[in-house]
């Protein structure tokens, strides 16, 4: 069974910064991808990076250019790194490992951000 967690949620004033963590039980360079999500009140969960052995990259167009993804070089933690926090960035983000390219998938307990003056 893969383990996630996620930290490195909190409050945030717009425009600055938070850096989330997703520490796994396993290697994620063994996974076909490691993903960040993120879900707000009242809305669908939503696909915001993906990293895979061939490219790290934002995937929703919100956060472009604003949200960077990374890995580290011992592959156990993936790092959602958010620049420039707007009040729409608000929601709980979620860690999710994809073992094969149909599942399963793995899932972390979600950490809350929140941006707000």
């Known amino acids: 069974q893969v383990q996630l967690s996620e930290s490195g949620g909190g409050l945030v004033q717009p425009g600055g910064s938070l850096k989330l963590s997703c520490t796994a039980s396993?290697?994620?360079?063994?996974?076909?991808?490691t993903n960040w999500y993120r879900q707000a009140p009242g809305n669908e969960r939503e696909l915001v990076a993906t990293?895979?052995?061939?490219?790290?990259?934002p995937v929703a167009d919100s956060v472009k250019g604003r949200f960077t993804i990374s890995r580290d070089n011992a592959g156990n933690t993936v790092y959602l790194q958010m620049n420039n926090l707007k009040p729409e960035d608000t929601a709980v983000y979620y860690c999710?490992?994809?073992?094969?390219?149909?599942?399963?998938?793995?899932w972390g307990q979600g950490t809350q951000v929140t941006v707000s003056s």
């Open positions: 999710q490992l994809q073992w094969g390219p149909f599942g399963p998938n793995y």
């Open positions: 396993i290697n994620t360079l063994n996974a076909y991808s």
């Open positions: 990293t895979t052995n061939r490219e790290s990259v």
